[in-house]
């Protein structure tokens, strides 16, 4: 196991140990473009007939975009149920923590670099978010499957607080930098329109308690 693929199986252990030091979540903490929230109001505005939360600790080769996207197409295509009628939920936390920040945090801290992911077009660690315009999957960019095509389509995105500030952690001892310093700036740039939660082994079983069917990527 690559030493990038041992800490991020390490945060994700560490999540569950950590929760009690994190910092609290709360709606006064605004200085960001994200929604932040303490409890599951997150969920309310989930009025579609069709929900579901398709749970993706791993990148997988962009494949947890490719689901969400295919969730609302065949619904579309196969039964002709609209996007407004459609609920798609998809996580950002273990592996995809990051995903869930905008370019200039893969910039400032290379965090292609830190989690060995390469831009497909030029082959060298990637310094914007893969995800957010244009990700690969399956050999293609697909634009469509995007973070910004998903949410104009009504798909919701949620970031795990006790996620972040675990890779805040570890972004911080790699570039010798102050992991408080490096977790507010973290979460003053999640990406706009995606809810920071306060962990997601939470936010998932609320999801489960309001009646949202379950897709593990």
Same mark, same amino acid.
């Given at each position: 196991?690559?030493?990038?693929?041992?800490?991020?199986?390490?945060?994700?252990?560490?999540?569950?140990?950590?929760?009690?030091?994190?910092?609290? /979540?709360?709606?006064?903490?605004?200085?960001h473009p994200a929604t932040?929230?303490?409890?599951?109001?997150?969920?309310?505005?989930?009025?579609?007939?069709?929900?579901?939360?398709?749970?993706?600790?791993?990148?997988?080769?962009?494949? +947890?975009? /490719?689901?969400?996207?295919?969730?609302?197409?065949?619904?579309?295509?196969?039964?002709? /149920?609209?996007?407004?009628?459609?609920?798609?939920?998809?996580?950002?936390?273990?592996?995809?923590?990051?995903?869930?920040?905008?370019?200039?945090?893969? !910039?400032?801290?290379?965090?292609?670099?830190?989690?060995?992911?390469?831009? +497909?077009? !030029?082959?060298? +660690?990637?310094?914007?978010?893969?995800?957010?315009?244009?990700?690969?999957?399956?050999?293609?960019?697909?634009?469509?499957?995007?973070?910004?095509?998903?949410?104009?389509?009504?798909?919701?995105?949620?970031?795990?607080?006790?996620?972040?500030?675990?890779?805040?952690?570890?972004?911080?001892?790699?570039?010798?930098?102050?992991?408080?310093?490096?977790?507010?700036?973290?979460?003053?740039?999640?990406?706009?329109?995606?809810?920071?939660? +306060?962990?997601?082994?939470?936010?998932?079983?609320?999801?489960?308690?309001?009646?949202?069917?379950?897709?593990?990527?």
């Open positions: 196991m690559s030493a990038v693929k041992t800490r991020l199986f390490a945060a994700v252990v560490a999540a569950g140990l950590v929760a009690a030091s994190v910092a609290t /979540v709360n709606a006064a903490d605004a200085y932040v929230v303490a409890g599951d109001e997150w969920l309310n505005a989930l009025k579609g007939t069709h929900r579901q939360l398709f749970d993706s600790p791993d990148p997988n080769g962009g494949m +947890p975009l /490719v689901h969400l996207m295919n969730y609302y197409d065949t619904y579309n295509k196969a039964f002709n /149920v609209p996007d407004t009628d459609i609920n798609g939920i998809l996580t950002f936390y273990g592996g995809t923590t990051l995903y869930g920040l905008n370019d200039a945090m893969w !910039t400032k801290y290379r965090l292609g670099e830190f989690l060995k992911t390469n831009d +497909p077009k !030029t082959g060298v +660690p990637a310094v914007a978010n893969p995800w957010r315009v244009a990700p690969t999957a399956l050999g293609m960019t697909i634009p469509t499957a995007s973070v910004e095509s998903m949410q104009k389509r009504g798909a919701t995105f949620i970031v795990c607080n006790n996620a972040l500030t675990i890779f805040a952690g570890l972004v911080a001892q790699s570039r010798g930098l102050s992991s408080d310093a490096i977790y507010a700036d973290f979460k003053a740039n999640i990406l706009p329109n995606v809810t920071l939660v +306060p962990g997601m082994v939470v936010a998932i079983d609320q999801a489960q308690n309001r009646g949202i069917s379950y897709h593990r990527q």
